[in-house]
T-cell receptor
Framework: SQTIHQWPATLVQPVGSPLSLECTVE??????LYWYRQAAGRGLQLLFYSVGIGQISSEVPQNLSASRPQDRQFILSSKKLLLSDSGFYLC??????????????FGAGSRLTVL | QKEVEQNSGPLSVPEGAIASLNCTYSDRGSQSFFWYRQYSGKSPELIMF????GDKEDGRFTAQLNKASQYVSLLIRDSQPSDSATYLCAFLRGRDDKIIFGKGTRLHILP
């Protein structure tokens, strides 16, 4: 069965420090991978989308970047964190069901607090 | 116009009653629609998806889709306290196949 791992689960970082969040998927090949952020009062915002190694689509301009160095690995990074980067970061992968529907499955999330 | 709109709630429903959650979307090219449940501090989990007009039932849950009105809803029958959560509506955006979420509706089932 497919599983998705995301780490770290929680982190507190000072403003201006770097960030690296990692996500890996097991039990599937060539998944579509996503990074979402959920900030207070702002809902679930799509940050990055990847259909393959080295292929990254950025949804909104921001202080963050993403990379996909391996088929089942997706990394979210920042060189200098801002207070506004605080939030709950969710990695997800999608699969096409037999019905043709493209369904997302989320990891457990990484809660980032920038002080 | 926002791509997906949901009433933020909270929506309070007595235990055993029917909870009705609603969502409207703006992209007429959308073909697939999803309902996710999110408990506080946890990641969202899929409840149902629907892509044909009409109703789709799964246990106590029924999703309803009306593409002409650009409206999708979720009914929860025999509501239980464990149904208390935030419910997120989402759709597959037609122009780029990305999945876009609403802000969610907080549901509170009163014991």
């Amino acid at each position: 069965s497919q599983t998705i791992h995301q780490w770290p689960a929680t982190l507190v970082q000072p403003v201006g420090s770097p960030l690296s969040l990692e996500c890996t998927v097991e039990g599937t090949s060539n998944p579509n991978l996503y990074w979402y952020r959920q900030a207070a009062g702002r809902g679930l915002q799509l940050l990055f989308y990847s259909v393959g190694i080295g292929q990254i689509s950025s949804e909104v301009p921001q202080n963050l970047s993403a990379s996909r160095p391996q088929d089942r690995q997706f990394i979210l990074s920042s060189k200098k964190l801002l207070l506004s980067d605080s939030g709950f970061y969710l990695c997800a992968w999608s699969t096409i069901r037999a019905s043709g529907a493209n369904v997302l499955t989320f990891g457990a999330g990484s809660r980032l607090t920038v002080l | 116009q926002k791509e997906v709109e949901q009433n933020s709630g909270p929506l309070s429903v007595p235990e055993g009653a029917i909870a009705s959650l609603n969502c409207t979307y703006s992209d007429r090219g959308s073909q697939s629609f999803f309902w996710y449940r999110q408990y506080s501090g946890k990641s969202p989990e899929l409840i149902m998806f629907i892509y044909s007009n009409g109703d789709k039932e799964d246990g106590r849950f029924t999703a309803q889709l009306n593409k002409a009105s650009q409206y999708v809803s979720l009914l929860i029958r025999d509501s239980q306290p464990s149904d208390s959560a935030t419910y997120l509506c989402a759709f597959l955006r037609g122009r780029d196949d990305k999945i876009i979420f609403g802000k969610g509706t907080r549901l509170h089932i009163l014991p």
